[in-house]
């Protein structure tokens, strides 16, 4: 059975910082692009970052691009975001999501609410 158990989000003011990691359980976490998606209340879900599995390439939104981080340790099935110079527009549900290139499964985890508010 797949889990994506993400963690560390939270109140936060303008201009600071969190971590979010995401913890995955069932998969071949090496073989699979893991991505970072949010969604804010009314809008639509949209992609924050990916990191590719094999590539090591990252990817971010431009919304995002020089503030948040994305990173992978395999060795511990675990993706993090590290978002820096958070603005109240960042403010969201986060969300972890694995896609196996192997199966072309896709799997989401179940959300970690960020909130950017002084």
């Known amino acids: 059975q797949v889990q994506l158990v993400e963690s560390g989000g939270g109140l936060v003011q303008p201009g600071g910082s969190l971590r979010l990691s995401c913890a995955a359980s069932?998969?071949?976490?090496?073989?699979?692009?893991m991505s970072w998606y949010r969604q804010a209340p009314g809008k639509e879900r949209e992609l924050v970052a990916s990191s590719v599995a094999h590539t090591g390439r990252t990817n971010y939104a431009d919304s995002v691009k020089g503030r948040f981080t994305i990173s992978r340790d395999n060795a511990k099935n675990t993706v993090y975001l590290q978002m820096t110079s958070l603005k109240p527009e960042d403010t969201a549900v986060y969300y972890c999501?694995?896609?196996?290139?192997?199966?072309?499964?896709?799997?989401w985890g179940q959300g970690t609410q960020v909130t950017v508010s002084s």
């Open positions: 999501k694995a896609v196996s290139y192997i199966t072309s499964n896709t799997y």
């Open positions: 069932g998969l071949t976490f090496s073989r699979c692009t």
